[in-house]
């Protein structure tokens, strides 16, 4: 043992040695001269010397070959299993397994023994292969699934109560069978199209009943098995959603979207499909719910070219509140595809039922439909070259051709198509260059004129995609080619971002696929913000706080933070009081804004302005000036206002003794929008409207919840500066992109931004930065 | 195009730029009417030191240009001209313009100038 460690220490210690010149000839003995070129040469290989020896000896510790590689190709226990190492690198692998020390192990997985089980672990682990069993029958047999939903008196003999029901659900499809043989799925994978008839949702898909009691209350997307092994996931608005991967790669996805394609599983986006009852000349999707519901123009309809996305705002009932969320809207002929957050789906679906279902017909397709995003140049070439599509399809010469130019077709572009199974391919075609290429000019007349009519809106039609789908297993077997009957809608939405919509059994076999390719990155949704946040665009719900999903995600970040705070040691918390005053030092304070516009409209028309901030204001102290008495509490409301303490005072004493506040403070300043008017009942102080703006920063330092605030030249006296706030940003940092600080935010409706210019100050810190500012 | 008819938006698509291979992205700089004559310089010369180190076996970059950014290219082009050997190659782009009109889209192709300066490294 200790020869080899001899050894190694004298590699090591070899490959730390620099190698120099000893006899340097440029200092010429006659005369004392410096030969230029002479040492010059010297130099140069004690410079390249210094540089081999600083990569020998980063590499010379490695005692085995999988330490060298870098961090994304290592895998657990690489050091006893060769096949957790890169090919080209086994046999050096299997070499130093067989020279040192350690062995390679063969782990073998034993099954648990039944007769050494008593008692309750016996008795589940033979129901739960009473149940497989079934389930392997049922699946057979081609029944549709069962939902294993139950109520809480049932949980308790819950796999008893299972196995019972889908004993005697078998036992009536074996009587069934002969009289209906439609009753059953097309497929042996159990891919049915799971989708919720004229107005009604649908039921929640259970998955397999080895995990279904991991899904009651969150649903699993169906690439989720791949995702959870790879990615953070997180449980919100009842699905689990791919948050960011589990290796560092905020850089290396920055370089990903810029050169090659970073692509998404955004399943967990719910859409709805639209349909006209009548089919007279008179009445269209367009007209009778495009228009209504989002509100555009027939000039904007144009410029979309037939999508639009944005804000759609809706009132429940007789809710004082208008909602707003932003949705997709894809229409076509007499159909219409919505999309929409899962937080706002269930309301907006109501909403469509409730206003439009005398004209149109809704369908509810959350789970019957899916949709993959694709970013970055490499998208189209992704696409092109993996998914192979229908032959007779007029528009294969489209297709072939269209990644040759990557970037150049207009947002909103369509292309509706057949595919067939992305994982039987004969050959992989070479996409851009085994077509006969089309010009752009004849690419781009031909996608325009081509009015994409989808079929994937139709039931039927993504019934018939299932058919005879295979399994990973047949799949390998039998590679014959299969029909091109999976209908797919792709759509451009941003620059360079395409989004792929397609039956929902479909996504993880073209998932799988996609992701094998050298040039995709999966991505998640903090790699989405990511992205959005570098192209200045928001992001939603985020930067949307104006929306109940936006509003919701504020409130909830700021009681995190302060919980993390009051958690802190008394040593290492902020005194934030010196710093942010009034303002709620944990995240955005828009309802001390919203009052504090309001009183200072006020106090300008009484002509009070400008307030003094008076030497007073030093000295300010929360528990002593604001009170939450009731009795005093009117008459510091109605006290006279000189100073700037004293407005303070009466905003902080208004909100202490408030104990219910507005659904939301805020609401966005858009014609299209009519929450302008609305006011708070209890206060009758109108909602504040609000506008999105981008800031980018020279220098200095920008983070979430940056206060925003007017430009003036002399920002010194920090106390004074708080009535010069007007709003805050929702997500500030550093844009890779661009190299600087960027920030989006919201500021007042009215606030003047003619100058260009604004201050900036982040939470905790007196320094006001310069920021120019655009509205978004 | 007719003179009476409103347009309402007139996108001007990019030019149709064939995919880069991973070796073009290194050794291709796109210059855009907007872009610093100074900050050109110093990333072409970052460039060309970079692509000598790191690719022996490529003999020159590309400084791409077309339209209003045509007279930054020459000028860098007359930079270089001192110490190296230079190259200009000239040419015609097609670009696509797309006129969005009440109930119609039109799209029309136009020329646009361009130049390929080649910088020896």
Request: glycine content about 10%.
């Given at each position: 043992m200790s020869g080899t460690g001899n050894l190694r220490k004298a590699k090591l210690y070899s490959s730390r040695q620099i190698r120099t010149q000893?006899?340097?000839?440029?200092?010429?003995?006659?005369?004392?001269?410096?030969l230029i070129p002479q040492f010059l040469q010297s130099r140069q290989f004690e410079i390249e010397s210094l540089e081999r020896a600083q990569l020998q000896s980063k590499y010379s510790g490695a005692a085995r070959c999988f330490q060298t590689l870098p961090r994304t190709l290592r895998r657990r226990v690489a050091s006893h299993n060769v096949k957790r190492i890169p090919k080209r690198l086994r046999n050096r692998a299997i070499r130093e397994m067989s020279e040192g020390t350690v062995s390679a192990m063969k782990k073998q997985w034993k099954s648990p023994r039944i007769r050494n089980l008593r008692g309750k672990q016996r008795y589940r682990l033979l129901m739960t292969k009473k149940l497989l069993l079934i389930q392997t029958r049922m699946k057979y047999m081609r029944s549709f699934p069962k939902n294993y939903r139950l109520t809480s008196n049932t949980q308790k003999r819950l796999l008893r109560h299972i196995w019972k029901g889908l004993n005697r659900e078998l036992r009536l499809q074996r009587q069934e069978k002969a009289k209906d043989p439609h009753n059953r799925l097309n497929n042996r994978v159990g891919a049915y199209d799971n989708y919720g008839r004229g107005g009604e949702l649908a039921e929640r898909p259970t998955g397999n009943i080895k995990y279904w009691k991991r899904q009651r209350d969150y649903v699993w997307l169906t690439s989720h098995m791949w995702h959870v092994k790879r990615f953070h996931m997180l449980k919100i608005h009842g699905w689990q959603i791919p948050?960011?991967?589990?290796?560092?790669c905020f850089k290396s996805m920055n370089r990903a979207k810029k050169q090659d394609c970073v692509i998404f599983d955004t399943s967990y986006l719910n859409h709805m499909v639209v349909r006209t009852r009548t089919s007279s000349s008179t009445s269209s999707i367009f007209n009778d719910f495009v228009v209504p519901l989002a509100k555009i123009t027939q000039e904007e309809a144009v410029r979309s070219s037939g999508v639009y996305e944005g804000l759609v705002y809706y009132r429940r009932g007789n809710s004082p509140y208008m909602l707003t969320t932003l949705v997709l809207i894809y229409w076509n002929g007499d159909t219409a595809i919505v999309r929409t957050y899962p937080s706002a789906y269930e309301e907006l679906f109501a909403h469509v039922v409730a206003e439009y279902a005398n004209c149109v017909e809704i369908d509810d397709c959350r789970y019957a439909i899916g949709s993959l995003e694709l970013r970055g140049p490499k998208a189209l070439e992704l696409l092109t070259k993996n998914l192979s599509v229908s032959e007779e399809s007029e528009l294969l010469q489209l297709w072939n051709s269209?990644?040759?130019?990557?970037?150049?077709y207009p947002t909103g572009s369509c292309l509706s198509i057949k595919m067939s199974d992305p994982r039987i391919k004969k050959r992989k075609t070479s996409?851009?260059?085994?077509?006969?290429s089309l010009s752009f000019i004849d690419l781009l007349k031909m996608l325009i004129s081509h009015r994409p009519t989808t079929t994937l809106t139709d039931h039927a039609e993504r019934y018939a995609s299932y058919e005879e789908m295979k399994s990973i297993k047949e799949v390998q077997k039998q590679n014959a080619a299969t029909p091109a009957n999976v209908p797919i809608l792709l759509i451009k939405l941003q620059s360079s971002s395409w989004t792929l919509l397609m039956p929902w059994y479909w996504i993880l076999p073209t998932w799988h696929v996609l992701v094998k390719s050298p040039k995709a990155k999966p991505g998640g949704q903090k790699q989405i913000r990511q992205f959005n946040f570098e192209a200045g665009i928001k992001s939603y719900p985020i930067d949307f706080p104006f929306t109940p999903d936006g509003w919701h995600w504020q409130q909830t970040q700021k009681t995190i933070k302060a919980l993390v705070y009051s958690k802190l040691p008394k040593s290492k918390r902020i005194n934030f009081d010196q710093y942010e005053g009034p303002l709620d030092p944990h995240g955005s304070d828009w309802e001390f804004l919203r009052r504090l516009h309001y009183e200072l409209k006020e106090l300008k028309q009484q002509n009070k302005l400008p307030l003094d901030t008076g030497s007073d204001f030093a000295k300010f102290n929360y528990e002593r000036d604001i009170t939450t008495n009731e009795e005093t509490v009117q008459q510091v409301i109605s006290r006279n206002i000189t100073l700037v303490h004293d407005l303070v005072v009466v905003i902080k004493s208004g909100m202490a003794m408030k104990k219910s506040f507005p659904a939301r403070s805020i609401c966005l300043q858009d014609p299209k929008s009519t929450t302008t008017n609305e006011e708070d009942e209890s206060t009758k102080i109108p909602i504040l409207p609000v506008k999105s703006i981008g800031l980018k920063l020279g220098t200095g330092l920008l983070k979430d919840n940056a206060r925003i605030y007017r430009w003036c030249a002399d920002p010194s006296d920090h106390n004074k500066m708080i009535v010069e706030l007007i709003g805050f940003i929702s997500s500030g940092g550093m844009n890779l992109d661009l190299g600087k600080l960027l920030g989006i935010g919201c500021v007042v409706g009215d606030a003047d931004l003619t100058g260009g210019k604004v201050l900036v100050r982040n939470i905790g810190q007196t320094i006001f930065h310069e920021a120019t500012v655009k509205e978004l | 195009m007719p003179r009476n008819t409103q347009v309402i938006q007139h996108i001007r698509h990019k030019s149709s730029k064939l995919t880069l291979t991973f070796l073009d992205r290194e050794c291709t700089f796109l210059l855009k009417g907007t872009s610093n004559y100074v900050m050109a310089i110093k990333r072409v010369s970052k460039m060309i030191d970079r692509v000598k180190k790191k690719y022996p076996r490529v003999s020159y970059i590309k400084v791409k240009a077309m339209g209003r950014a045509i007279p930054t290219a020459m000028c860098i082009a007359l930079h270089f001209k001192s110490d190296r050997k230079v190259d200009i190659l000239t040419g015609t782009v097609l670009v696509v313009d797309e006129l969005h009109k009440s109930n119609d889209v039109i799209v029309q192709e136009r020329k646009q100038s361009s130049v390929e300066v080649l910088i020896y490294v």
């Open positions: 000893v006899n340097d000839s440029s200092f010429s003995s006659e005369g004392g001269k410096l948050l960011l991967p589990t290796q560092k269209m990644a040759k130019f990557p970037d150049t996409g851009v260059n085994s077509i006969a | -």
